[in-house]
């Protein structure tokens, strides 16, 4: 929730983006800027769209009659569900801007967008800590399956992502990103190096590696692969926007949404094919991890 998502009828036409299209007087074209985020939304519509669906198909084929979708699946589910309703707002994005340039779906557009900007780091961060708990602190974690606190931390990430959106339209600042980036990033950290502690750590029993040591072995392997990307991919999603905060003194206002603004919107839409592939990651099935597992 940038102040590109928030002041969406700055521009003369109503239109957020028609000064930067055409943005460069001799040749007419658009901003590299919003090249670059045009060319980001129709990849992660062309590939992000069919991968999310697919995860939501194989997670609500294999949950069960009663018991319902499985406990590890519950984050993964919540998340491609959000993703994919930024797939859906993906065409109406587009039809606007090559036919429409409506503002008044220029600024829906982004209320519907924003679901995703403000939900997607809290449940990549629950999806950390799930597989801290199981490698870290597995017993606890045997207690945090019940769906109760699930549904709880969900509730919980809604509660946040309402406050922080209230806050972002009352204020017209993307501060409200760092509130939420910062302390999931430093939770994530956490996780990721208390693992490569346990990594470390010598497995009780015989020095020879047995079945059931391989297989934990293995495990937290996983889990360390798992919350070192999402760490990697929540910098790559939301260090633009904290980097464009104090642009605004020094960069041209056009420049600033053209160029800056855009390309932290690209950056935030990016990856989310993410959890499709550590889905298959987990479930052993990407051919080029298994070699580097085993």
């Keep these: 929730m940038t102040d590109s998502t928030l002041n969406s009828s700055s521009s003369p036409s109503g239109y957020f983006w028609k000064e930067c299209d055409p943005y460069h007087d001799e040749s007419g074209g658009a901003s590299e800027g919003l090249l670059i985020l045009l060319t980001i939304y129709l990849l992660e519509f062309l590939v992000g769209a069919p991968s999310n669906l697919w995860l939501i198909c194989h997670i609500l084929r294999k949950r069960s009659k009663v018991a319902g979708v499985l406990p590890a699946d519950f984050f993964p589910l919540h998340l491609a569900l959000t993703q994919f309703s930024f797939h859906l ?18 600024g829906l557009v982004p209320v519907l967008t924003s679901m995703v900007l403000g939900l997607k780091p809290m449940l990549l961060c629950m999806v950390c800590v799930e597989r801290y708990m199981a490698v870290v602190r597995p017993l606890d974690y045997l207690r945090f ?47 990721s190096v208390s693992i490569l502690r346990t990594l470390k750590r010598p497995l009780p029993g015989d020095r020879e590696m047995t079945e059931g040591n391989k297989g934990a072995e293995k495990r937290k392997k996983k889990a360390f692969t798992t919350i070192v990307t999402i760490q990697a991919v929540l910098m790559l999603n939301y260090l633009p926007f904290i980097v464009c905060l104090p642009l605004k003194e020094v960069v041209p206002p056009r420049i600033l949404k053209c160029q800056y603004q855009a390309m932290a919107l690209a950056a935030a839409a990016s990856c989310s094919y993410l959890q499709p592939l550590l889905y298959l990651h987990r479930l052993g099935r990407l051919p080029f991890m298994k070699s580097r597992l085993t």
């Design 89 to 106: 707002v993906v065409p109406v994005f587009f039809t606007n801007h090559l036919l429409w340039q409506s503002g008044s779906v220029s």
């Design 145 to 191: 399956k019940a769906r109760k606190y699930r549904w709880g931390c969900l509730g919980a990430s809604w509660c946040i992502y309402i406050l922080m959106a209230s806050t972002a339209l009352v204020k017209r600042s993307s501060i409200s990103v760092c509130m939420v980036f910062l302390p999931v990033l430093v939770i994530d950290t956490f996780c």
